[in-house]
């Protein structure tokens, strides 16, 4: 087994069928000439998202941890002309990078990138009564990710969406010897889904360009 073919193989489908256009790349390649760390969804992923949200017949996203924007794309091209996505991003680099992409992708007016700690925001968004969305992806810090679950379940109504990225981190989440905040707080989120009877999930592992991973996906009953 050879990481390098994961790599291929994403690269295979991503020019056969996914159809990743000059504006994604672009962003990409802003992200990259800003300095960005290179932890964006994979071309298969972000479409994906963009699969997922379309089915779910999405119109309001929320999404957590926005880096570049890339995985914001996705979502929000999968929106109809009067839906709306709200992202949070902690990083003001992160931010206004993100803003830059949307608007060369021409999503300003669906995009809304919020910059503060998520768990700050969350409060606000809830209070400004953004919510229920119908759509959600958790991606920022992974300590906190049972926050953003409960979070995420708030924010909802029966048949919201929720997906979860890096669930699996290269096995680390079965590891006893793993002990890092990601990891536990990845645990912490497995164990309330576990004691949620509002959410329907499973978790799906992967191998591809960004090694071996996962996601999980949820529906709230
Ligand atoms: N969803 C993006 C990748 C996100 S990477 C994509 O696939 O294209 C994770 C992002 O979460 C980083 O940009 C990081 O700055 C941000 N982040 C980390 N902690 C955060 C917090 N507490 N609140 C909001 N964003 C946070
Ligand atoms: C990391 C974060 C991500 O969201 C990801 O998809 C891959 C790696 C990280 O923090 O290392
Ligand atoms: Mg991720």
């Known amino acids: 087994m050879d990481e390098r073919q994961w790599g291929a193989v994403d690269a295979y489908f991503t020019r056969t069928i996914v159809w990743q256009d000059g504006v994604l790349e672009s962003a990409l390649a802003a992200n990259a000439a800003a300095g960005l760390p290179q932890i964006d969804v994979s071309p298969p992923h972000g479409k ?20 570049g924007g890339y995985s914001t794309i996705w979502i929000a091209r999968a929106l109809p002309p009067d839906g709306r996505l709200v992202t949070l991003e902690a990083d003001e680099t992160h931010a206004t990078v993100a803003r830059r992409n949307v608007a060369r992708a021409g ?25 229920p969305f119908d759509f959600v992806f958790i ?13 995420a ?28 905040p990601g990891t536990v707080g990845l645990r912490r989120m497995f164990e309330m889904m576990a004691r949620e009877p509002r959410l329907k999930a499973t978790a799906i592992q992967t191998v591809g360009s960004k090694g071996w991973d996962g996601f999980v996906l949820a529906i709230v009953e």
């Open 48 to 67: 994906l998202l963009y699969l997922l949200a379309r089915a779910a017949g999405a119109v309001t996203a929320l999404e957590i941890g926005a880096l």
């Open 107 to 131: 999503l300003s007016e669906k995009v809304e990138v919020r910059l503060g700690a998520a768990l700050d925001l969350l409060p606000k968004i809830e209070a400004e009564g953004l919510g």
């Open 139 to 151: 991606d920022a810090d992974k300590s906190n990710n049972a926050n953003y679950l409960t979070w």
């Open 153 to 180: 379940v708030r924010l909802s109504r029966p048949g919201t969406v929720i997906v979860v990225d890096n669930v699996v981190r290269e096995g680390a989440i079965v590891d006893a010897a793993a002990s890092d």
